[in-house]
């Protein structure tokens, strides 16, 4: 109560003074500004700022940013207002810059070109430390520690949904206000494919039109851009697919008409190559996978293909590590074309369908116990569910009964086990769609590079 009441007290101060209101934050805890900063080190009165509070700012684990482009910015900022006083603190001030973090193109465009780094040896060493982070395997960049740990990011989740190239057939589903907005889309709709977010990109891979598709199409949810990369080795569909520590990991499936595959493929997205991994202990399509704690968890599907076979409600997990498969407790209920997400330590499945229909059934593994528990029904059943968690509920945003489509959305609030049907917002239309949580909030590295010109060049006269 007295911390609402003191920010309603500094949103006064907004009103009559910027300069007032960063005291007025700093004044009582680092931590608030650190929780603000994103928006705070926009403002002009943060060039006023001492060196010590900026340097106590800036080296915070918990500063709020989009990405470390952001804290260069404001360091240079910073600098620039008073470059004369200030150039005595610039190795202080750049040194807790996490220049490995830096993005690869804003590190060779911006930071490179900036005049005072470039004038200052030691400044120097720590961008060429960043740009060789960027050469480093996975592996090799844990090892640099501090300067590489990355900070809490400012997120904003999105619920994106792909049915195709026709209008408003692909389009992003915001939890906040429950809007949908389009996404614009020039590829045909997959059948039966696969799609993951992974840095601000959703991979598409696997399905099939009239035979399986080999390209993955790929879209750069910050950019709205799309292009195209070489697909799994293996093309078919009916797969599932999941991401954990830059790489995605497919699993399963079958060639259009033929029984289930025990495949399991990973792709780099550093280094863009694929490289086939161990099969699963058991074939499976038509199934679900999602990453936990950096292990690969398969869930249910089908024996046969996705029109006929026996459901399996068997599941298993993959370490990368150990490069092994170990079988987990079975599912209470056999199912496929389910959804399947993660909330804190479960791992729920959600509807589908098995040799009798449609389920209303909703599941959870406790991951710790190995231990399937059930859950309150849907109040609908489904054939197919598409569904997505952000935060502690799960948005169920499109399906199929077998005689009709998901009208209305729905919300399970797995902290109450209770569902919510939203009868004022309509389903995804498209019954057969693909589905992830994207992050729309990473930093568009064109518009940081023109922010960081402008603000260079309004801050060379020492103008704000």
Aim: with cysteine; proline share 4%.
């Amino acid at each position: 109560i007295f911390y609402s009441y003191f920010l309603q007290s500094c949103s006064l101060s907004l009103s009559l003074s910027p300069s007032l209101y960063i005291f007025c934050i700093y004044s009582i805890s680092p931590l608030l500004i650190v929780s603000l900063y994103i928006d705070v080190y926009k403002m002009d009165e943060f060039l006023q700022l001492d060196v010590k509070q900026v340097t106590h700012l800036l080296q915070q684990d918990t500063l709020t940013v989009r990405a470390e482009d952001q804290i260069y910015d404001a360091a240079v900022r910073w600098l620039k207002y008073d470059v004369l006083n200030r150039q005595q603190y610039m190795v202080d001030i750049l040194g807790k810059v996490r220049f490995p973090l830096v993005s690869k193109n804003f590190l060779s465009k911006t930071v490179q070109a900036e005049p005072l780094i470039q004038d200052n040896p030691e400044c120097l060493k720590m961008v060429i430390c960043g740009m060789r982070y960027h050469l480093l395997s996975p592996e090799d960049r844990e090892e640099l520690g501090e300067s590489s740990r990355p900070r809490r990011k400012k997120h904003d989740y999105r619920i994106a949904l792909f049915g195709g190239s026709q209008p408003q057939s692909c389009r992003y589903f915001n939890p906040k206000d429950y809007s949908w907005t389009d996404i614009r889309c020039p590829f045909e709709k997959r059948r039966d494919a696969a799609s993951v977010f992974w840095d601000n990109v959703v991979y598409i891979l696997g399905g099939s039109q009239l035979f399986p598709i080999k390209r993955m199409d790929c879209y750069n949810v910050v950019k709205d851009s799309w292009y195209s990369k070489l697909g799994p080795p293996n093309p078919r569909d009916s797969l599932a697919a999941c991401a954990s520590k830059g790489k995605i990991y497919t699993s399963g499936g079958s060639e259009v008409g033929s029984s289930a595959l025990n495949l399991f493929e990973c792709y780099d997205t550093r280094s863009e190559t694929w490289q086939t991994k161990p099969n699963m202990l058991m074939p499976r399509c038509s199934h679900g996978s999602v990453e936990a704690s950096g292990l690969i968890y398969v869930c249910g599907g089908s024996l046969g293909n996705n029109v006929s076979g026996r459901v399996l409600n068997d599941c298993e997990v993959y370490d990368p590590n150990t490069e092994e498969w170990r079988a987990l407790c079975g599912m209470r209920e056999a199912r496929k074309n389910h959804g399947l997400v993660v909330v804190n330590s479960r791992i729920y499945a959600v509807g589908g369908q098995n040799t009798l229909g449609g389920l209303d059934s909703v599941e959870y593994y406790e991951i710790g116990s190995n231990e399937w528990k059930m859950a309150s029904p849907m109040p609908w059943r489904g054939v197919t569910v598409k569904c997505a968690a952000v935060g502690s509920v799960i948005y169920v945003l499109a399906g199929f009964q077998g005689v009709g489509r998901l009208g209305h959305i729905m919300e399970y609030y797995t902290e109450t086990d209770k569902w919510v049907v939203s009868s004022k917002v309509r389903a995804f239309p498209v019954t057969s769609c693909l589905i992830c949580l994207v992050d729309t909030c990473g930093a568009n590295e064109e518009d940081m590079n023109s922010t960081s010109s402008s603000s260079s060049s309004s801050l060379a006269d020492g103008r704000m």
